[in-house]
């Protein structure tokens, strides 16, 4: 498998890439505005994973798996860290590394400053997500929005998905007794969960944001690496079963691309099933069409 990882590894190459991931008996995205049930498409009823959500467990790996390596520390972490306070030390370690100062003939302004751009580039020396996604850091940094060469879209579901609700009760007292009241044995509440979800992503590196943010074709490989991983380090009650099923890499000659993007995609193509219940029911009709491929398109299956 990463074998091939590394033969889609060049930083100055575009690619695209389609995604498959399914769950079964579990909550692969919940939604906050709707008790956490899964998201779901109102008028398909398919459901959906947001890019966010893809994102955040990348950003996990790379966190649990790598974090202590350089420049392979994480921005946006899930552990409630306050931004604004982040920003502020990142713009003082900043102003104190000569080092990484040397590398500007102008660092700061006339009213001693540091620029935005070299703020931006501070932020994507050191942290990978934000070399890969981007950034909008906020105060108190102005005017360092960061685009990123890796983008993804929401994830959908191939079929429509059954949301089941199931009733779950605590049996720990959450407060003390009243005296002449009856004792308290507990709180009701819900957890939903989809039978069974095969999605679908597409993403898109583009060489030109990469060499902006400075990313690498190290950086590459570990986004692949990432990606095909991640589920070994988010398992829960609710995703125990999530798992990568397919991972289609277009890579092009031409850095603009050879073809366009939506025709690729169009190659990889999973046929609606009736009533799926796991991954055999799709596994054996998934087609790759490989024949007549744009001149200047080669196409690795590293997964499916």
Request: include cysteine; glycine fraction near 8%; aromatic fraction near 10%.
């Amino acid at each position: 498998m990463f074998q091939q990882v590394s033969s889609i590894s060049d930083s100055t190459r575009k690619y695209d890439f389609t995604v498959l991931i399914d769950i079964a008996d579990g909550n692969p995205n919940g939604n906050p505005d709707e008790d956490n049930r899964p998201r779901i498409d109102e008028e398909t009823e398919q459901g959906l994973i947001s890019d966010v959500c893809l994102k955040r467990k990348i950003r996990d790996y790379i966190d649990a798996a790598h974090a202590d390596e350089p420049g392979r520390a994480i921005y946006v972490l899930n552990r409630g860290e306050f931004l604004e306070q982040v920003n502020t030390n990142i713009v003082k370690d900043c102003e104190q590394d000569a080092e990484f100062l040397k590398r500007y003939e102008k660092a700061k302004n006339d009213k001693g400053e540091l620029l935005p751009r070299v703020i931006s580039d501070y932020f994507c020396t050191r942290y990978f997500d934000v070399r890969a996604f981007g950034a909008v850091p906020g105060k108190p940094i102005d005017r360092s929005t960061i685009r990123g060469p890796i983008q993804m879209s929401f994830g959908r579901s191939i079929d429509p998905v059954h949301i089941q609700e199931h009733a779950i009760s605590r049996v720990v007292q959450n407060k003390p007794r009243k005296e002449g009241t009856e004792d308290v044995h507990g709180t009701f509440g819900a957890k939903f969960t989809v039978r069974y979800g095969l999605y679908k992503f597409t993403g898109h590196y583009s060489p030109f944001l990469g060499k902006r943010t400075g990313f690498s074709d190290d950086d590459l490989a570990l986004f692949w690496e990432a990606l095909l991983r991640w589920p070994a380090i988010d398992v829960s009650a609710a995703r125990s079963s999530m798992a990568v099923r397919g991972l289609y890499v277009f890579a092009h000659d031409d850095p603009f691309g050879s073809a366009p993007a939506h025709l690729l995609f169009s190659r990889v193509t999973v046929p609606a099933v009736c009533e799926a219940r796991s991954w055999d029911d799709y596994k054996d009709g998934i087609s790759i069409e490989t024949a007549d491929m744009p001149e200047g398109v080669t196409l690795t299956k590293v997964v499916g």
